[in-house]
């Protein structure tokens, strides 16, 4: 009781006073968006080069290499200023240019480079035009394979026996491949590496060649097919009406248990992109468009990545008004180490902000295109 009695002498009521509101928050709110930006930008940037360079690189043969038997199918609308490059660069191959309805001197450069010129059937309701155009060139081929590029590319000497020789070895019946940027104007070696940069978030690069996988990638600017399986699957008449010719054949040859193979082959072969920004506009306008009205993984991984990118600026401003200038520093120097890989230059990435921007406003574009229901135009026809 002595005990009992002290202790209450000595209590005294509990102080349960709750704390003011700004000592709830010793941080500034700043910090942890700045924090969770950087951490998720690295994740992102990391997987997309590791799924790039989990694509095997095109091993080259030496020049002097026999010509596989395999014949070289160019469709091409107003292309006369690249044409004749294209195809000296396949001189030893048969090549074979439709001339998808041309305004301009595509079919005559291309007949005095050294090509067989057919002109594309015309294109029926619902049907796209490239894959009209490949769907007359591939009609009446005997060649053992068939390899489909457009009029922007240029290969080396040793690309076909190549690509051939390791469709042979992994009994292939489709290979793709991936070819070096040839970005020849400050606009395109801004906005080229950084929306490849995006787009390869959202690709799985082992996947891709596993054949009971669902993944898909393409490229169409260079596919390389065994005649004969790409004949009985139906070829690019299956696909006829898909604006995503490319990925869409490419599922049709993993639909039927086949093999193929997505490879890069950036020494062996390169596509020019436009100079101006009215042709890089139409180009990743149709690219946005397509992911838009795809809503897949891939193009919510790369929206996500391009929303992040976006916001590097407004937080940069707000970390600059909270005096944060070391988070600030790291926020705005971080994203130049993940986007360099992508780059082979550093004044354009250097540029990057610029190019968050430009970009997001061709996605913007894109996004009230596709929720307006209206048409996307490339090369004077609807997408």
């Known amino acids: 009781m002595i005990y009992l009695f002290a202790l209450l002498q000595t209590w005294h009521p509990l102080d349960f006073k709750l704390p003011e509101d700004e000592d709830l ?25 590791r799924n790039y360079m989990a694509l095997p690189e095109l091993a080259k043969v030496p020049d002097s290499a026999e010509m596989p038997d395999v014949t070289v199918i160019i469709p091409a609308r107003n292309e006369a200023s690249l044409i004749g490059s294209c195809i000296k660069s ?36 619902e049907a796209m035009g490239k894959s009209n155009a490949l769907v007359a060139g591939a009609a009446g081929v005997k060649t053992s394979y068939l390899f489909f590029t ?93 604006v995503l010719d490319d990925f869409e054949i490419a599922g049709v040859v993993k639909r039927h248990r086949m093999r193929m193979q997505v490879m890069r082959a950036e020494e062996l072969g390169s596509v020019r992109y436009p100079r101006a920004l009215s042709g890089l506009w139409r180009h990743y306008q149709r690219v946005w468009w397509l992911l838009i009205t795809q809503r897949s993984r891939l193009t919510m991984l790369v929206m996500l990545t391009w929303f992040l990118m976006f916001c590097v600026v407004p937080v940069a401003v707000w970390l600059y008004i909270e005096h944060q200038m070391w988070l600030l520093v790291a926020l705005l120097v971080w994203p130049v180490v993940l986007l360099k890989p992508w780059y082979r230059s550093w004044l354009g990435v250097l540029l990057y902000l610029p190019t968050i921007y430009l970009a997001g406003c061709i996605a913007m574009h894109s996004i009230l295109t596709a929720a307006m229901g209206m048409d996307v135009r490339w090369k004077g026809r609807r997408v």
């Open 150 to 242: 457009d009029a922007d590319t240029r290969f080396q000497k040793a690309f076909l026996p190549s690509i051939v020789q390791h469709a042979k070895r992994t009994e292939s019946i489709l290979v793709t491949a991936f070819l070096h940027q040839d970005c020849r104007s400050l606009l395109s070696s801004m906005l080229v590496p950084y929306f490849s940069g995006l787009y390869f978030t959202g690709v799985n690069g082992k996947a891709v060649n596993q054949t009971l996988a669902r993944d898909v990638l393409a490229c169409g600017q260079c596919m390389l097919f065994e005649r004969q399986p790409y004949e009985f699957f139906g070829g690019h008449r299956a696909v006829i009406r898909s």
């Open 25 to 49: 928050f010793k941080v500034p709110f700043s910090i942890p968006v700045s924090v969770v930006i950087l951490l998720s930008l690295t994740v992102l940037f990391w997987k997309a080069r």
């Open 90 to 125: 396949l001189a030893r191959a048969k090549v074979l240019v439709v001339n998808d309805d041309s305004t301009d001197k595509t079919a005559e450069v291309a007949a005095k480079a050294g090509a067989t010129v057919i002109d594309a059937p015309t294109v029926h309701q």
